[in-house]
């Protein structure tokens, strides 16, 4: 075990090259819907149980088919109506279970990343091999059912091994040369793009995803009502949207169906996204486009820029 | 770390429909608009939980939420959930008969047994009662062996049939915790519907060993129990979230057909002075709006086939 992950630098929040948007935009925001399959009956990992209850966890599983059966459709109309292209963290597997979904997020030329096979199949004990294999399963089933090159990856339920970020890039090599797995959400240092040190030296970012704003830490870690969540995505953006004008920021928030879209719980949603696109120097994008955009632009000067700051 | 077998990247279920074979994959926005009685939108299923919570409790599998969590004798939580069913029920009835509601009662069999009272004072009001299990820390849970299961079923369901003089058709498990085989063993004992999975906002058909039984959406986010005391969110925000959840589920129902909201509420939480007016500002809000439709469950249930 190491005292330290070795992705990054210390690279201070002030006096970095600017990041200017398209279109002279401040912030980069995206939203990212995790759509999941959770198993009703997973196997067991000597790392993580995967249910409070032995089997059948009812009460965990069926509230997150709820999301898949009520909520997406609810939280769709909701990203369309404010003109918002939702950047899926995808259980892959959920394209074999529930190909109708996929097929209503692909109409509207959503972004598909990897978040894995299954959000109850952890990577805790899976030696490099298998690592990759889940991976590249996962990469394969993106390509196969939406014909996307899936560029970016939250490892599944948020495990980890110390290879997750080198072998995603491997595998996105493999498969796509640099047109695939060149961003990370796994990371949250920072609220702009850092390019990451990886093995295999591919040009590689970490993109904030922020768990502060992620809906189910809001709702079932710290309890928050409803009202109280959308004044914090609302504070988040005001304070992020004006030092944007100096630093050129980056605002995410990830969401699950069966938190956000809950009837008592979406009137608060909706109101952020209202507030936050009703802004002028917004740019509303995906996960994809902001990765590459910061890629072609920006990493380079970054690099330079980390490299003259390390004492 | 240490090394997984292959078999774990393995997926045996991986095939389209869900992992298991108790009900179909159906997105809700997909399915035949539902008309409720006299054109209304919204059918408002007030779910009353009367609940023996045991002093002896022995905490198997788990310790049931709202039960003892202090060393015996826990007269603290004991008396409190007690409270509810003195108390704070004649608040709820006071309330429900001034808005109109129509309450199902959910009632763990152990306290129809020991207060014949109340149970006859809702025989005469001739409201709905389903089971609610034989008492909260009569578990159903994996793994339980499946003779003592069926027993507990049905001991629950004989006893609360012969008490109330109604034929109980509805079932919730306490804790709405289940085992493998809960809907086999509700469905042989005469259940035809049952409130334990929260995975959908309508009733949809659940397939049992002894034929198909329906999941009524009786919701826990929206349970006072939840917000106030898994949430600890005041008793004025869990007002708020309701009436904001009454006004999305109305507005839904206008383009894609009847929706229900389900309210499960506790005497114990609800029915306490300085909460009860909280209850008493939802409902005048929700039966304000003139395509609500106060209903039981199985009057719901009837109306949706």
Redesign the interface.
């Known amino acids: 075990m190491k005292e330290d992950p070795g992705y990054y630098d210390y690279w201070p929040y002030e006096n970095r090259p600017k990041i200017e948007w398209p279109n002279g935009a401040q912030l980069a925001f995206w939203v990212a819907p995790n759509i999941e399959y959770y198993e009703l009956d997973p196997p067991a990992n000597p790392y993580r149980t995967p249910w409070p209850q032995p089997h059948p966890a009812v009460s965990g599983y069926s509230i997150r088919d709820w999301g898949n059966r009520v909520g997406h459709i609810r939280q769709m109309e909701l990203l369309d109506k404010y003109g918002i292209r939702g950047s899926i963290s995808l259980s892959a597997a959920l394209c074999d279970h529930h190909p109708e979904i996929i097929d209503m997020c692909e109409e509207r030329n959503w972004e598909f990343f990897s978040h894995g096979v299954y959000n109850t199949r952890y990577t805790y004990g899976m030696n490099e091999q298998q690592e990759r294999d889940m991976i590249k399963d996962a990469m394969e089933s993106i390509l196969k059912h939406t014909g996307q090159k899936c560029a970016g990856y939250l490892a599944p339920a948020l495990s980890h091994s110390e290879l997750t970020l080198d072998l995603f890039a491997e595998v996105g090599t493999e498969m796509f040369g640099a047109e695939g797995g060149f961003y990370s959400c796994d990371l949250f240092h920072d609220d702009q793009p850092t390019p990451i040190h990886l093995r295999s030296g591919k040009r590689f970012v970490s993109i904030p995803y922020s768990l502060e704003m992620n809906d189910t830490i809001a709702y079932l870690v710290q309890k928050v009502p409803p009202r109280q969540y959308g004044k914090a995505l609302k504070d988040n953006f005001d304070r992020l949207y004006a030092e944007g004008a100096e630093s050129g920021t980056i605002m995410c928030i990830p969401t699950h169906n069966y938190q956000v879209s809950c009837a008592h719980r979406i009137k608060a949603y909706e109101e952020a996204l209202e507030y936050i696109t009703g802004h002028s120097k917004v740019w509303v994008t995906t996960g994809r486009e902001i990765a590459s955009y910061y890629l072609e632009h920006y990493y380079d000067a970054a690099l330079a820029d980390i490299s003259a700051k390390q004492i | ?4 077998d ?4 393995h ?1 045996p ?8 074979n108790r009900y179909e ?6 399915r035949p608009k539902v008309s409720w009685p006299e054109g209304k939108l919204l059918a408002l299923w007030v779910n009353v939980g009367l609940q023996f919570f045991p002093l002896n409790q022995r905490g198997v ?2 310790k049931v939420p709202g039960g003892m969590t202090k060393p015996y004798p826990d007269l603290r939580h004991y008396s409190l959930r007690d409270y509810g069913n003195r108390v704070g029920i004649y608040r709820f009835l006071k309330a429900f008969d001034q808005y109109g509601i129509k309450p199902t009662f959910a009632v763990s069999t152990r306290l129809a047994e020991r207060t014949p009272y109340l149970i006859d004072k809702i025989k005469e009001r001739g409201d709905e009662i389903i089971c609610h299990g034989y008492h909260m820390d009569a578990l159903h ?3 339980q062996d499946k003779v003592e299961e069926a027993e507990l079923v049905e001991k629950a369901l004989d006893g609360l049939r012969k008490m109330t003089g109604q034929d109980v058709k509805g079932w919730i498990s306490p804790a ?5 085989n809960t809907p086999d063993l509700l469905a042989a004992n005469g259940i035809t519907y049952f409130c ?6 309508m009733p949809y058909v659940f397939q049992t060993q002894h034929g198909p039984i329906t999941a009524m959406p009786l919701s ?3 349970e006072d129990y939840f917000i106030i005391l ?4 005041s008793a004025e ?1 869990w007002a ?3 009436c ?2 009454c ?3 109305l507005q ?1 129902a206008k383009t894609q057909g009847g929706r229900i909201l389900s309210l499960n509420i506790h005497p114990w939480v609800l029915g306490q002075p300085h909460r009860i007016g909280q209850l008493e500002k939802v409902l005048d809000y929700i039966c304000s709006k003139r395509e609500v439709w106060p209903a039981y469950a199985g009057e719901i249930l009837a109306a949706f086939k």
């Not at chain 2, 292959?6 to 990247?9: A, I, P, R």
């Open positions: 770390m240490s090394k997984l292959n078999k774990y990247l997926y279920h991986r095939s389209y429909g869900m992992d298991h994959w159906s997105m809700l926005s997909t599998p788990f849970y994996g793994g709405k915790n289940e085992s493998a334990d999975w929260v995975n959908d906002d826990t986010e929206l898994n949430n600890l969110h925000s708020e979230q309701i904001d959840a006004d999305f589920l839904e």
